[in-house]
């Protein structure tokens, strides 16, 4: 939570409860900077809860006040505001999840597959699908790179695209009645455009939120397996697991080697050392060739 920029997202989870599944929720919050070469090692921490109420998300980022890397949830919105915070979050909206919507319309894939039966594809959603993919293409070539090196291109490359984009959005929703579909996504993207349009001066920002959606991918993907969480406090568990499990992951480490090595010798570690069986610690240690108690020695 002392990052400074962090990518937050949920999913469903049921839990069990009086003889009945709920519907519940996990989260996950990521700190990854290597798209931007920043110092701070990759990590994800995850909270369970019974149900999506915002109260979820302002209690877990109580003590961050850095850039929060979001889809537009309505329960992050009061993180953002400055009445209701001394030190109010930035948001930095999801791409990924505002193209999805303008793609929906224009699948040409899923329009063939439907034929006569499916919806006419939108050429303003496919127009605006290929802008956005311009504007991908610009990030997927500098990755990695510095975040002044990243605001310097945006600001030749991607500022131009991004202003001329605005003002076809704002011509072409003036020509749409009120029943077009594609004025829902039209409009996803411009009411909150300058949340939008905050990586063009911050390198730090990525242009999706995908870092909190990989993380959450095994959830999805485990729920037909493992079908619910016995108890909230088994929820809570399990975000747990992710946690460390996750955090191993973004570093490279084995997390069953990891964890039977941290259960062996965390009972024999004094709680000011407990840093170095943090994941990243633990690994540059172990590249060494010592565990952490003889590099101490």
């Known amino acids: ?135 991908f293409a610009i990030e ?27 003002a076809w959005l704002l011509r072409e929703r003036e020509t749409l009645s009120r029943s077009a579909e594609v004025l829902k996504p039209i409009n996803y993207m411009l009411k909150r455009w300058a949340d939008f349009a905050r990586f063009l001066d911050d390198g730090r920002i990525c242009l999706s939120n995908n870092a909190a959606e990989r993380s959450l991918r095994g959830v999805a993907l485990g729920r037909r397996n493992w079908t619910f969480a016995g108890s909230q406090r088994g929820a809570d568990r399990a975000a747990v697991m992710l946690t460390t499990i996750t955090t191993c992951r973004l570093n490279d480490v084995d997390p069953k080697a990891w964890l039977a090595d941290v259960l062996a010798r965390i009972a024999d570690l004094p709680a000011s050392r407990l840093h170095e069986l943090l994941p990243w610690e633990w690994s540059s240690l172990r590249q060494i060739g010592k565990p952490a108690d003889q590099q101490a020695a």
Not at 56 to 73: E, N
């Open 140 to 166: 997927r070539a500098i990755n990695g790179r510095s975040a002044d090196e990243r605001r310097a291109v945006r600001q030749e490359k991607s500022k131009p695209l991004f202003d001329v984009m605005h």
């Open 1 to 135: 939570m002392t990052a400074e920029r962090l990518h937050g997202d949920d999913t469903t989870l049921r839990i069990l409860a009086k003889g009945k599944c709920t519907t519940g929720r996990i989260w996950s919050y990521v700190r990854d900077d290597r798209p931007f070469a920043g110092p701070a090692p990759p990590a994800a921490v995850y909270y369970a809860s019974g149900d999506r109420r915002g109260e979820h998300p302002q209690k877990h980022l109580a003590g961050f006040a850095g850039i929060l890397q979001a889809d537009c949830y309505n329960g992050f919105a009061p993180l953002f505001d400055p009445r209701m915070r001394a030190s109010p979050i930035t948001p930095a909206f999801c791409f990924a999840h505002a193209r999805r919507g303008f793609f929906e319309l224009a699948d040409i894939e899923k329009k063939a597959r439907e034929g006569e039966k499916g919806k006419p594809i939108s050429p303003i959603a496919l127009e605006a699908v290929r802008r956005l993919d311009e504007l």
